[in-house]
């Protein structure tokens, strides 16, 4: 995928890979969901942030990533900062290489990253960041999006096609790629997705199953 000169590889496993920069771009991981969850009293499984963390480990092997760059809510709430999630992720970072940067555009959920930020070796970048001309931000409708003059990337909207017919239809993470704005699907599994079809714009491109798919 070329945009204004820049090229950024397209994968299903729901990141974008900015391979000049040797960069991958993830948004909405939600760490700590299912503790947020449970901390509430509601019954939902554990797992979502072992199968996230994992995923995201795979993908830094595979494109050979020297960098991830986070487009906001790496955490969901602060209820669901335990001991045991920290430790958790600290572990899994400390894994995945200390020579490996992580930068991270603060989204809404992310109010008390800074709790966390020092411990998995994190560095926070505030609600924008602009790096060769490309605009970073989490939300693609924020007042920072439409100050950038050249092309955007964000998340937030947790983009979906629905796809099938009537009866069958089922929904599809999705990216979507505008002129100007480029949507990342929720990197995490545990999000609902918000369909999007032409509402917002630009091509669109189903993660399905090994492949993307332009729909």
């Known amino acids: 995928m070329r945009t204004l000169g820049h090229e950024f ?5 729901r990141v974008a890979y900015w391979r000049r920069k040797r960069t991958l771009l993830v948004a909405d991981l939600h760490l700590g969901k299912s503790e947020t969850f449970q901390r509430a009293g509601v019954p939902v499984p554990s797992g979502a942030m072992h199968e996230a963390l994992d995923r995201l480990g795979g993908a830094i092997a595979v494109t050979g990533a020297e960098r991830v760059l986070v487009l906001g809510d790496v955490l969901h709430a602060p209820a669901g900062i335990t001991a045991s999630m920290v430790e958790t992720v600290r572990a899994w970072r400390a894994r995945v290489g200390g020579k490996l940067r992580f930068q991270v555009v603060c989204g809404n959920h ?3 990253i800074e709790r966390v930020a020092p411990a998995w070796d994190m560095a926070l970048l505030g609600e924008s960041y602009v790096e060769d001309g490309v605009g970073f931000v989490h939300d693609p409708d924020s007042e920072a999006a439409r100050r950038m003059d050249g092309f955007v990337w964000a998340g937030h909207v947790h983009p979906a096609v629905a796809m099938g017919r009537r009866g069958r239809a089922f929904k599809l993470a999705c990216f979507v790629v505008g002129d100007r704005v480029g ?3 929720a990197f995490s599994l545990f999000t609902a997705g918000t369909t999007v079809g032409g509402r917002r714009g630009g091509r ?3 993660c399905a199953g090994d492949e993307v798919v332009e729909v």
């Open 9 to 13: 590889e397209l994968w299903p496993t």
């Open 110 to 112: 992310d109010r008390e």
């Open 183 to 185: 949507v990342l699907p």
């Open 204 to 206: 669109v491109f189903a």
